[in-house]
């Protein structure tokens, strides 16, 4: 008696699924069928505009990128993915600049994380949605993004030509001033002052023409710090009597050690000497 209301329990179900299943196959069999025709309607095939399908460079209609060659999104990528080969070139006022030479990106190692693209300080590439990117070798997946011939560098304006003038003749002014100094305040050298005032009125007047007021107040800084040596290693004023030959003798040993200060004490002392010996010959 159990096997048989078993049997006809599991047929009721068997029944009930085959409906079920049914169903589904029917509410398909009436649905409107849509067939894409891909590749004939690439013109009218919507693809998501955020979708990541390969990098690029972004260039803007002059042809330029925005591209520094920091390495930032070399370092980045996380499988090696991207190459970065640059190269040093010469400015025009003299200095090596940083450029990028080649930008390698090899899509099919790419993971589309697009880490490079978020880290990247420039805004210099991001992902297309073109996914078209089906090749029969691997070798055709490795691009150079920069494809475009780099421009040479900008011609200078002659704002910017006198104004490199400028500076070039004021580091020029200052180093000299402070070269004249530097031999004032050597000891048994001597740079007449009115000299020195020239120079340091020209190095000033120099770095007063380029307008910058950091350069201006180093010239400044390095004009005041001269004066200051030159007033410091100045020689004092000679004895007004004469002296005799041990004071001469002293005073020679004394200049000989090239001590400014040790000078200045020994002639104090010998003009206070000659001066109280002086005294005592007209008493």
Known sequence: MGSIKDYFSG???GVASLVKGLEVT???????KITEKYPDNREEMHVAQRFRATLQFIYDKEGNHKCIACGTCERNC??????????MVDTWDGKKKKKLDRYVYDLGSCTFCQLCVQTCPTNAIEFSNDFEQAVFTRSKLVKQLNYLPEKPEPKPTPEQIAKFEAEKKAKIEAAKAAA????????????PAVEL???????LAAAEATGDPEKIAKVKAALEKAAKMKAAQAPAAAPAVELDEKAKKALAAAEATGDSEKIAKVKAALEKAAKLKAEKGNA
Not at 180 to 191: E, I
Not at 197 to 203: L, R, S, V, Y
């Open 11 to 13: 047929l009721g179900k």
């Open 197 to 203: 005032d020239e120079k340091a009125k020209k190095a």
């Open 78 to 87: 996380p499988n090696g993915t991207i190459t970065i080969e640059t190269k």
């Open 180 to 191: 004249a100094a530097k031999k004032a305040a050597a000891p048994g050298t001597a740079v």
């Open 26 to 32: 029917g509410k398909e069999f009436v649905t409107p």
